[in-house]
Structure formats: structure tokens, C-alpha cells
């Protein structure tokens, strides 16, 4: 029991101290290691599961980079194909018309129009080379073997 002064500072009033009875209760639970041991071992849980996500998104992302590679290797591979059979059709072209010149049956414009396009073929044919060993080198990179 305790007193606790009235609503009002009327010292006249016989309700000037107010006794007041109180009850309480004090709970204390201890956490125990056991409790402590569950909620580490469901940390550790879901750490390993995070890691097994990262190491699955890791591997998932070398997979795409070799098979990019590789197809992107495989492209130039064709584009070089291509650009090389276009560059000996051009070479022999010019030779053919560079003939005919010299008999007098093809204009010099003409011939220098099919140097012309040997030169871009050419250019196409070196770009196609380069390209291709850039992938090359790229897909070596991703293999690992580099």
C-alpha cells in the first residue's frame, strides 16, 4: 500500500492522501543455450541455402559466358568462311577483268571499279580474321584454357 497525493491541492479536503493498493508480478525467464543453439543452427540454415543460391547464379553465369563464346565464336567462324570465298571470287574477277582490259575489251573504269570492290572484299576478308580470333581468344578465356 502506498499513499499518493489527491487530484487537487485542497489541504482542507479529508481526500488529500489516497492510499492505493498495488499488486505486481516480476517474471524473469532465463534464455537458455538451447534456445540461443535453435536460433543459430536456422541462421545457419538459411546462410548455407544463400550460399548454395550464389554458387548455383555463379555457375549458371560462367555456363552462359562459355556457351556466348562459343557462339559467338562459331558466327565468325562462318562470317570468315563467307568473307574469305567472297574475297577469292573478287580476286579472280579482277584477274578475269584485268584479262579483258589487256585485250582491249574491258574500259579502265570498269577495272578500277573491280580493284575497287577486291579492296573492300579484302578489308572484310582482314576484319573477318580479326573478329574471329577476338572470339578465339574469348572463348579461351572463358574456358579457362588461356
Keep these: 500500500t502506498k499513499l ?7 489541504y482542507s479536503q479529508n481526500f488529500y492522501w489516497a492510499p492505493v493498493n498495488c499488486v505486481g508480478l ?10 540461443k543453439n535453435i536460433y ?12 548454395d543460391l550464389a554458387l548455383k547464379q555463379k555457375t549458371a553465369d560462367v555456363t552462359y559466358e562459355v ?8 558466327n565468325t ?3 570468315l568462311s563467307v568473307t574469305k570465298d567472297h574475297y577469292q571470287l573478287s580476286q579472280k574477277v579482277y584477274d578475269l577483268n584485268k584479262q579483258q ?3 582491249g575489251d574491258f574500259s579502265y ?14 578489308q572484310d576478308y582482314i576484319t573477318a580474321v580479326y573478329e574471329f580470333l577476338i572470339a578465339k581468344i574469348n572463348y579461351q578465356k572463358a574456358v579457362g584454357s588461356f
Design 4 to 10: 499518493f497525493q489527491g487530484p487537487d491541492l485542497d
Design 77 to 79: 567462324k562462318q562470317n
Design 101 to 103: 582490259y589487256n585485250t
Design 67 to 74: 556457351q556466348s563464346a562459343l557462339t559467338k565464336l562459331n
Design 26 to 35: 516480476k517474471l524473469s525467464v532465463p534464455i537458455t543455450g538451447s534456445i
Design 40 to 51: 543459430a543452427v536456422k541462421e545457419y540454415k538459411l546462410k548455407l541455402s544463400q550460399t
Design 109 to 122: 573504269q570498269k577495272l578500277l571499279d573491280t580493284e575497287k570492290s577486291l579492296s573492300t572484299a579484302e
